[in-house]
């Protein structure tokens, strides 16, 4: 069962290399919605397993949670977002593709040195989760600040707030309920705003590219 839960780990973290490499919106939607699926994925298989051993229904509530907020529903809302908004050609990544890749590495190698010295790291295969998981955070941080249109920033929020969700999953095995919940909430809170914020964006300046928010600048 680790060893599964090590290769779902590591498509995770391909999925954030293969968004950085993309360059359309839409392809952004579409590669978040298969790393959610995956995350749900890996919340299913942990569900079924915490039911037979502790008889808990929690994290399959949670998997399908993901399921409907992370696969269905918020893919959904950003690509009606995308839609509406005025589309115009434009650049959206600020460094090169190869370069943006090369940095994910750095982050991937960084990450794992930087917890290099946790106990444990070096032998047992939860460690090798968590090392895939905070690399799916940075990259996720990384690929926020690194994209200037709306829809860019708010799949890098998104994509952060699953690197932290999969890193206490794989930690923990599968965290309280409350806390599920309370992450989830937020993370609505979060798409609503940043949703009303591409429509005003576009709306003001005929883009959704945030470099035109320099022209609010006195």
């Known amino acids: ?19 950085m490499a993309n360059k359309m919106s839409k ?24 039911i037979t051993e502790e008889g808990r229904f929690d994290v399959l509530v949670v ?14 809302i950003l690509s009606k977002a995308y839609a509406k908004a005025e589309y115009k050609v434009e650049k959206d990544f600020i460094l090169n593709i190869p370069i943006l890749i090369l940095v994910c590495c750095t982050l991937v190698v960084f990450t794992y040195f930087s917890l290099a010295t946790i106990e444990g790291i070096n032998d ?5 989760q968590v090392v895939n998981s905070v690399s799916v955070i940075l990259i996720g941080l990384f ?10 920033q708010i799949i890098g929020f998104l994509v ?23 992450i989830f909430v937020d993370m609505i809170t979060a798409v609503m705003v940043l949703g009303i914020m591409v429509f005003k964006i576009n709306e003001k300046f005929e883009s959704i590219n945030i470099d035109k928010l320099s022209n609010l600048k006195g």
């Open 1 to 19: 069962m680790s060893s599964f839960f090590d290769s779902l780990s590591i498509l995770i973290l391909l999925s954030s290399f293969i968004l």
């Open 124 to 128: 047992g295969m939860i460690n090798v």
């Open 143 to 152: 690929f926020m600040i690194s994209r200037r249109k709306a829809i860019g």
């Open 27 to 50: 392809s952004y939607i579409k590669t978040f919605r298969f790393q959610s699926f995956l995350i749900a994925l890996a919340a299913g298989i942990m569900g079924i397993k915490t």
């Open 160 to 182: 952060i707030e699953n690197g932290l969700f999969v890193t206490a999953m794989f930690s923990t095995q599968g965290m309280p309920f409350i806390v599920d919940i309370g």
């Open 63 to 76: 998997c399908l949670l993901i399921i409907i907020l992370k696969v269905i529903w918020i893919p959904n």
